[in-house]
């Protein structure tokens, strides 16, 4: 069984008691300098103006001082930190309260409940009804010996005979003159037990018993708060968990593509909470295709911010199978009706641009319409004819996802020129309320984009931010704000296949026989050049299947006739790295393959150009030539900033 010493070091090891039994020192040690203080004033009022008490009042506050002072400052000194620190400071109270009772006896009636009520703060039942008995038997003795040794003057308990005078001096008081009869103190101790002792000790046990009932409830109020400050905490903590995953599933780095000059593209999402339901995506393709999204699911939140990162991942994979986006946010739709129990929807506007061509093909479930600058003169989708100025792309738009099974979204295209923008947003930007609850509005918007003075898709939407902040002042953020810009600056170039890197490119090349035997060699080398060049982890593995797969096909079949060997290149230049392949097999262009139907089944699929596909998908981008006699596969990936 554990000993009482034990037990309290037990219970300091709960930093709730602990933080508990040091506010309760910190309040006693106050409650002693009060009193402290009321003593000294009391004796600075006795040397101006001597009180009836006598001389002794000196010598009694000068106890006092010291009963009271010694352990409050004592306790000051170790930070109320200390196990023995409530009981130093109780008993100096108790100590103060039972002398004055005995000294004055009829003018502090229950001063003694004084250290009971302090000792309930500590939230302790034990130690309350332990005070209370205790200082119940100091309350006794003090009175017995206040009426035989204390201030016994209380006219209401002076016993005389009948016709006994009482003399007052001309320059005494009517308590001298009474203390100054002989009475029997007998008799006075059972008229103050009668009279003022009993009432007082039914009231003293009703304020111990409050007492009590205090520590008790104080006790479980205190542990109750603590259980929702950790549940507090570890909602906190898992909020912004969900807050650095969500952050970290969004495009954060830009540009985006440093490669590709044909288009710029920036995006942003502000949450109002700490994770939001809102989202933008963007992504290559291929190196001629460009898909960008901007979503907002209902309600807002983690269940918003979940339903929304599934949608997120599925539109994402139908359009890299080869979806339309019609076809993509219709097969979407189906997947989230099937099991959306929460009553969850989701607005979305999806488009894939051509790099090539310019030809933007979008589609739009529920989602607010876009707004495009576009060369005066283009045709918009509705007979409207562009006049190069900021435009509503108002176009028809398909039911919200998850809102209604069976719905065939349609979706419309748009021919895009060098120089066209095209600007998408959620409508936490246009229905942003200000203190006067009005929105920010649609037309506020609009004018903004065609007053503001760059063409630059970072500086634009930073620009729309800080409009919509001003607008809003002091009003809290009512919803999630995410806005994406795609600027669509030229038809494509030529890429310069002889000079694939910069000049500050590092690199290391090392060549191989090409034989299966060699694979290993082959993988260890690239691991150790994605190693020196800080690729992330998330790529290395997707990294080392593709130079896998090329140098396999390369060992099985690009000498046919005889044994050759295969140079492979790593590089790097500013983050973006390029794994080269070069041997003298016979000719052949492995990206020409048309793709393989992934669609069919492994029965219906022709065999081959999986491979090659799986790579083409890892990779940024891949191109092949063939010179000098020499087959030259170029695969690229952008692996950091």
Known sequence: MDTFHSKIKKAYTDDVIFNNEIEANYISCCVAVILSTVLIIVGIIHFIDPLPYGPELFGLIGVELVVLMVPAYACFACKCSKIWNKYLLIIGVTAFCAILTALLTFRVPLLLVIPVLLSARYFKKNLTWSMAIVIGILFIAATVLGVFFGMKTDLNYVVLTPGEMIQVASDGTLEEAVAGLTQDSWATLWKTLARGFIPQAIFYVLASLVASDISQKGLKIVLEQEEITKKTSRISSELAL?????????????????????????????????????????????????????????????????????????????????????????????????????????????????????????????????????????????????????????????????????????????????????????????????????????????????????????????????????????????????????????????????????????????????????????????????????????????????????????????????????????????????????????????????????TLSADERRIGGLGIFMVRKIMDEVNYEYKDGKNILRLFKQIGA
């Not at 006049?387 to 349609?410: A, E, H, N, Q």
């Open 242 to 598: 969900a807050e650095n995953i969500q952050r970290n599933m969004l495009p954060s780095i830009f540009p985006p593509f440093p490669d590709h000059k044909e288009f710029d593209i920036y995006a942003k999402m502000i949450p109002a909470k700490e994770v939001g339901g809102d989202c933008y995506d963007f992504y290559l393709l291929d190196q001629k295709r460009l898909g960008f999204l901007v979503a907002d699911a209902s309600g807002k939140g983690v269940p918003a911010a979940l339903f929304m990162m599934v949608a997120k991942s599925l539109i994402q994979q139908q359009a890299s199978l080869g979806s339309s986006p019609a076809e993509a946010l219709t097969s979407i739709n189906a997947q989230l009706c099937e099991h959306n129990d929460t009553g969850l929807f989701i607005t979305a506007w999806l488009g894939i641009l051509n790099l090539e061509t310019g030809v933007l093909t979008y589609s739009c479930a529920g989602h607010n319409p876009p707004i495009i600058k576009s060369a005066a003169g283009t045709a918009f989708p509705k007979g409207e004819v562009s006049d190069g100025s900021f435009k509503y792309l108002k176009d028809r738009s398909g039911l919200v996802l998850g809102g209604m099974p069976g719905i065939k979204y349609k979706e419309s295209e748009l021919q895009l020129h060098p120089g066209d923008r095209i600007f998408l947003y959620t409508d936490g930007v246009t229905e942003a309320l200000n203190t006067d609850r009005k929105l920010y509005g649609e037309e506020r918007l609009l004018d903004l984009l065609n007053n503001c003075q760059s063409n630059n898709p970072r500086e634009v939407i930073e620009t729309v931010k800080a409009d919509v902040d001003r607008f809003a002042g002091e009003a809290e953020q009512f919803d999630d704000i995410t806005m994406l810009e795609v600027s669509y600056n030229s038809y494509p170039e030529e890429q310069d296949i002889d000079n694939p890197l910069g000049p500050d490119a590092e690199w290391e090349a090392r060549k191989f026989s090409a034989e299966d035997c060699e694979l290993e060699a082959v993988l260890a080398f690239a691991e150790d050049q994605l190693e020196k060049y800080d690729c992330p982890m998330r790529y290395r593995m997707q990294l080392t299947v593709a130079v896998e797969e090329i140098f396999v096909n390369i060992a099985h079949y690009a000498y046919v006739n005889g044994k050759g060997d295969v140079e492979v290149l790593i590089g790097n230049e500013k983050g973006r790295l390029l794994i080269e392949f070069v041997d003298t097999g016979e000719p052949f262009n492995p990206i020409a393959k048309e793709e393989p139907d992934i």
